[in-house]
């Protein structure tokens, strides 16, 4: 009896062997199993990686984005408060000023006189600080405390100025090259307006050329009762509400 089973048991003990390497199969199974695992393991851990470094450069751009628009904003405010600078100075021109005067420049250490050109001929100088009445236009706030501007609340806080205007004033640049640097002569003069946003470090100047209206020299910006200009309808047409065509006038 023990002779007959003898052979079942050794082929039992065969189809439980590798084929090659007589090894039981069960611990190989296994093994690629543990393979299997570890495998899907570094594809998620790939995975978050790929997810982490969206994230990280979704918040980049947005926090770049952010930066860009208030940079903007700070330049926008800067130039409204040049231009503003401007509309003072060409105010207290109309209402008539002593030309002169304020090209020699009143306030010691801050005139920027010009006495020349430079090598690419233009003004050596920026001009005299300009004077409206006893106010001299030197950092000068904007809006103003009349505009009633507040600071905000504590949960939306607001700044109360815009930021601060300088006025310079000088002749124009055709009479600097002849070396009329405080005598107008032909009724011209250039205002020169600086605005520093409420950062104190964003800043925009613009430039204007301003004259009278017939042109007098030494006269305020604007002759008052001067005669409307027509304007041309076209590409360099004026901003006036008025075109002239074939000799009509339209409004």
Known sequence: MTTSNEPRRRQGQRARLGPDRGLPLGPRLGRARDTQRGAVLLVILLLILGLLGLGITGLWLTSGNLQVQANTNLRAQALVVAEAGVERARAALNAGVDVNAMLTGRTAGQDDVPTGVDGSGRSNGAGAIFVDGAVTLLNVAFPPASFGRTGGTATAPTATTMGTYTVWIRNDTAEIRQGRYTQDGNGTVLVRS????????????????????????????????AATVLCVSGKNACDDNSSTVSGVVAN
């Open 194 to 225: 600086r605005g520093v946003a409420a950062d104190n470090l964003t800043s925009v100047v613009v430039e204007v050329a301003l004259g009278a209206t017939p042109a007098v020299p030494g006269a305020p910006g604007v002759s008052p009762g």
